[in-house]
């Protein structure tokens, strides 16, 4: 689909997205990873309505329209992780403090999802350094009860919670590579963007009714095994086509100009490879 005035000018450079894809391929042909273990992560709100409703409010000449809503619905977050041979990792969730009992969850038979807690249900390098421990390691140990020895590579976002030293100290030491998408490329090169999260969010908001967050976990559980079935997980990798040999006709769509100066640094905090190990 052709891309408008606005959509390209948002786009990084040719050059930046050429050292992101060429440098991604370096170490695909370098380190020979399984499928199993070329995984991508991020994070999604855990929606409980439908985004950026808008509404016709009838006002007054002269008068400012005003639209008053109920309290805003507690954040929770989705960890969604899948990998490039098609799987999916567990999922886990990010939960406001005091929002859930143990009680609350065996009630409701969730007793066995993973949750991390923090004052708004968002992410933060602790958070991110608890998933590492907690579902990446484990599932990457698992993977190599069957391939003895082989290395990782962990593909994200250049969100903030990334730059943990101790986050990168754990992959470094677990032999995991970590790619980072060069700023403002998700929407065209994630495959959790590309198929699976907008099949998760459609699915979850056609079932949930508001009753409870408990409710609302058990229906995202529910929207997430849908879209994480293997069928939307090899989609959403074959759209992004980071896995093609053949990438220079993915450049075409960047503009070939090239970044203004004072955007060089956000450039050059995303788009990097850090090694577990160096070649």
């Known amino acids: 689909r052709p891309l408008g005035n606005y959509a390209i000018k948002s786009l990084p450079p040719r050059s930046c997205i050429r050292k992101f ?15 199993e273990l070329i995984v991508n992560m991020d994070e999604s709100w855990v929606m409980v309505e439908e985004a950026n409703k808008r ?71 602790d958070i991110l350094e608890k998933w590492t421990k907690d579902i990446l390691l484990p599932y990457i140990e698992y993977v190599r009860g069957r391939i003895p020895g082989a290395p990782a590579l962990l593909i994200v976002d ?21 790619m980072i998408f060069p700023s403002g490329t998700t929407s065209r090169f994630q495959p959790l963007d590309l198929n699976v999260f907008g099949r998760y969010k459609l699915e979850q908001t056609k079932t949930y009714q508001g009753s409870s967050i408990y409710e609302l976990l058990r229906v995202s559980e529910e929207a997430w ?15 992004s086509k980071l896995l093609e ?10 503009p070939d100009t090239e970044e203004p100066e004072n955007a060089r640094n956000r450039i050059n905090q995303s788009g990097e490879l850090v090694y577990s190990e160096l070649a």
């Open 55 to 125: 509404f016709k409010v009838v006002t007054l000449d002269g008068y400012k329209p005003q639209y008053k809503t109920g309290n805003a619905p507690c954040h929770i977050t989705l960890f969604g992780c899948i990998t490039a041979s098609g799987g999916s990792l567990p999922s886990s969730y990010i939960v406001p403090t005091n929002k859930v009992t143990p009680q609350g969850l065996k009630r409701n038979n969730l007793e066995n999802l993973t949750l991390f807690t923090q004052g708004g249900g968002w992410c933060n390098m």
């Open 158 to 178: 250049a969100h903030t919670s990334r730059r943990s030293e101790i986050f990168r100290k754990l992959l470094s030491e677990n032999n995991v590579d970590l």
């Open 21 to 35: 894809l060429s440098t991604l391929h370096a170490a695909l042909n370098h380190r020979c990873y399984p499928k």
């Open 245 to 254: 040999d053949d990438y220079e006709r993915v450049l075409e769509i960047f």
């Open 225 to 239: 095994k849908t879209a994480s079935s293997y069928t939307h997980v090899k989609a959403g990798w074959d759209r």
